[in-house]
């Protein structure tokens, strides 16, 4: 089961025991417009590729895989999050019974690399929590936890070079592990990752230049689905104050002086799928149709809230399975 499939299945649980707020207090907010067609889609979007209905697809509804020399990406579908590099050519995703590898396809000659094995490349018991490649694209930059010696839970970020499979640890002063977002900004500088907190230091950015953590000032919950604007100055996310509470997409500048809600009234954490220029893209879910999810567009000020509806919409079942209607 991949991170998508298992946020359905909570949300089907809290739906069914009635651990979400009632529907009639909660509102989307700013309310969304409905995009009928891929002509009115911003143009710097066009080309964009997201992963929707189990598949790679291009934001204007055409199929990664109906495009001409694009071979079956059915190997990887049924892997944890798979995405794509910034130049397109390879795909990277964690399989394994323990989430301990990282595949790497490459969509020019259809081979499937093992970048990682961490019974080899790291200490004992490590176990992969999510990946990023570089701006390059040279590398895949990973998070990972062990356990040690003393009994406690460490971890750490990592990077595999696509070439010479070299693997190093980076060794973070202060990093708490990143399960399901990372993502690391284009100047190659920053990092910033999901993580959950009890209180208002939310300590998710990484420099990489320093090897330390960054904190940030804002609410306790659970952040998550990370990603940094093109400018590298801000990051989009997601945030639950706690399990089951409406979800809300937020925007903050990384030297923590600029907090604000794009988005709010989100049934589940949201899938924030990229940023771009001024566009955010994500896969969420409203309170009036708890069991669907859709592809929405923000403006990174907050403005206008599009849905794509001539994507249409992917729901699950009463038993939890998804289903494309």
């Not at 795909?91 to 000659?109: C, D, H, P, T």
């Not at 999901?194 to 609410?219: A, G, H, P």
């Not at 940094?228 to 990384?254: A, C, M, Q, R, W």
């Amino acid at each position: 089961m991949n991170r998508k499939q298992t946020w359905q299945v909570f949300v089907l649980l809290f739906f069914l025991t009635g651990c979400i707020t009632p529907v009639k207090n909660i509102v989307l907010e700013p309310a969304a417009r409905e995009l009928s067609s891929p002509e009115e889609l911003p143009e710097v979007l066009v080309h964009e590729q997201i992963y929707w209905q189990d598949r790679f697809v291009y934001l204007d509804g055409v199929s990664v895989e109906d495009v001409p020399d694009a071979k079956l990406l059915e190997d990887i579908r049924v892997y944890s999050s798979p995405k794509f590099s910034h130049n397109g050519r390879y795909v990277a995703y964690v399989y394994g019974s323990f989430f301990n590898k990282i595949g790497l396809w490459n969509s020019v000659s259809n081979e499937h690399t093992e970048l990682v094995d961490t019974s080899r490349d790291l200490p004992y018991d490590a176990r992969i929590g999510s990946f990023a490649f570089t701006p390059e694209d040279d590398k895949v930059l990973f998070s990972f936890t062990w356990h040690g010696n003393d009994g406690n839970v460490y971890a750490d970020l990592a990077t595999i070079d696509i070439t010479t499979r070299q693997v190093e640890q980076l060794n973070i002063n202060g990093f708490q592990v990143a399960f399901y977002g990372l993502d690391t900004s284009l100047d190659g500088k920053w990092v910033v990752t999901d993580m959950v907190t009890l209180d208002s230091q939310i300590c998710l950015l990484v420099n990489l230049e320093q090897r330390n953590t960054k904190c940030l000032v804002y609410e306790k919950g659970w952040y998550d689905s990370v990603n940094f604007t093109p400018d590298n100055n801000h990051i989009v996310y997601s945030h639950n104050k706690e399990i089951g509470s409406p979800s809300s997409i937020l925007f903050s500048k990384i030297d923590g002086t600029e907090n604000r809600i794009l988005v709010s009234g989100l049934a589940k954490s949201a899938w924030i799928q990229l940023a771009a220029d001024n566009e955010v893209v994500f896969i969420g879910t409203a309170y009036d149709n708890l069991t669907c999810s859709h592809v929405y567009i923000i403006n990174q000020d907050g403005s206008d809230l599009r849905k794509l509806a001539y994507l249409g919409e992917e729901c699950i079942t009463d038993e939890g399975a998804p289903v494309v209607p």
